[in-house]
Nanobody, 115 residues
């Protein structure tokens, strides 16, 4: 059984920064993709950023230049450094871990950006 535990969400003013963390535990295949998704009220869940075990990354256009995803393979952890936050970044952020046909989700952490 794989579990993902997220932390680091909160309330921040526009222009501020937050760092999200996600730690995975359980039987995890070494070659995998970890990522952050978000879901705002009334909207579909969307990919924010992803990173494969080799280190390649991809970002949603809306966060490029502001957010940075990183991972620590030894700790099975992924991080999202969010700078220059905007009110439209307000959402529940979910950590995801996937390989082959397996996909696991964290419980979500709320990020609220006030204007």
């Amino acid at each position: 059984q794989v579990q993902l535990v997220e932390s680091g969400g909160g309330l921040v003013q526009a222009g501020g920064s937050l760092r999200l963390s996600c730690a995975a535990s359980g039987s995890i295949f070494s070659i995998n993709t970890m990522g952050w998704y978000r879901q705002a009220p009334g909207k579909q869940r969307e990919l924010v950023a992803g990173i494969i075990s080799g280190g390649s990354t991809n970002y949603a256009d809306s966060v490029k230049g502001r957010f940075t995803i990183s991972r620590d393979n030894a700790k099975n952890s992924v991080y999202l450094q969010m700078n220059g936050l905007k009110p439209e970044d307000t959402a529940v952020y979910y950590c995801n871990l996937a390989w082959l046909h397996y996909s696991y989700w964290g419980q979500g952490t709320q990020v609220t950006v006030s204007s």
